[in-house]
């Protein structure tokens, strides 16, 4: 695996003593000089000891995209012992980072921008509960969801194609996260408005979201990822829903 598959996800192995299984860091910091791997970090989250939850749902989406590539390669492509080994790992990461998400999420599927944004420990139970995207302690990111339930349904349908356990339960997350986003509460509905998904977060440490006048958290807003992913997410549903051509980010194999 590659190695921010090592160094930027964790497996609740003990490497420290925020080593939960499946939270993620945004990036990994290495020694110019000898590659060493020096520490975790971030920019658009809170720290590299919580998790940044958009940069988690990437990490969703491109684990289960991978065991579909995996998938899809010819037997001669590499050695059949080689092809099981990335598979198997590729298979532990995507359900580590899935499982994560659905433990770290609200009822409705919505992550906060962060797993540690310090306005959390103010809430009793926060992911016991609906979303509310104008409460005042801490923003959700609509587009981490729209992400994440790509990943989520795309890992639901290896497993079952695989006849593995769980493909239920990440189907139906997934799906329930594409049921909040199309709700009024996320869609925009207005003609004036250039977005498509409401709520979305830029860059939060740096206060880059558009905070409405009257209150101290950004929300109400759209950006491009989040609209593109809405559309991409809503496209994988539909060709599901009648029985279409599954799409990949890769053309099948014997394509021109």
Not at 60 to 67: D, R, Y
Not at 172 to 194: I, M
Request: overall charge negative; aromatic content about 12%; some cysteine.
């Amino acid at each position: 695996m590659p190695s921010p598959a090592r160094y930027c996800v964790f497996y609740g192995e003990g490497r420290d003593i925020y080593d939960i299984r499946g939270r993620s860091a945004h990036e990994a910091i290495f020694n110019p000089r000898n590659g060493a791997f020096r520490c975790v970090g971030t920019q658009q989250g809170y720290s590299g000891f919580s998790t940044w939850t958009r940069g988690l749902s990437w990490a969703i989406c491109g684990f289960a995209e991978l065991l579909e590539y995996l998938q899809a390669l010819p037997a001669e492509t590499w050695r059949a012992s080689q092809d099981r080994t990335h598979t198997m790992a590729a298979l532990e990461k995507a359900a580590a980072v899935c499982d994560f998400y659905l433990a770290f999420t609200t009822l409705d599927g919505i992550p906060y921008w962060d797993t540690g944004a310090p306005g959390l420990a103010t809430l009793e139970a926060p992911y016991e509960k609906d979303s509310d995207p104008a409460n005042a302690v801490e923003p959700v990111d609509s587009s981490a969801a729209a992400i994440a339930a790509q990943g989520l349904l795309r890992f639901g349908a290896w497993l079952d194609g695989q006849h593995r356990p769980g493909a239920d339960r990440y189907r139906q997350a997934g799906l329930t996260v594409l049921q909040t986003l199309l709700d009024d509460r996320y869609l925009s509905l207005s003609p004036q408005h250039q977005g498509l998904l409401l709520h979305s977060q830029y860059h939060r440490p740096n206060g880059w979201d558009y905070v409405p006048e009257g209150h101290r958290n950004p929300f109400g807003e759209a950006t491009m990822w989040g609209n593109y992913h809405l559309r991409e997410l809503a496209l994988y549903v539909q060709r599901m829903a009648e029985n279409g051509p599954y799409l990949t980010f890769f053309s099948p194999l014997g394509d021109a």
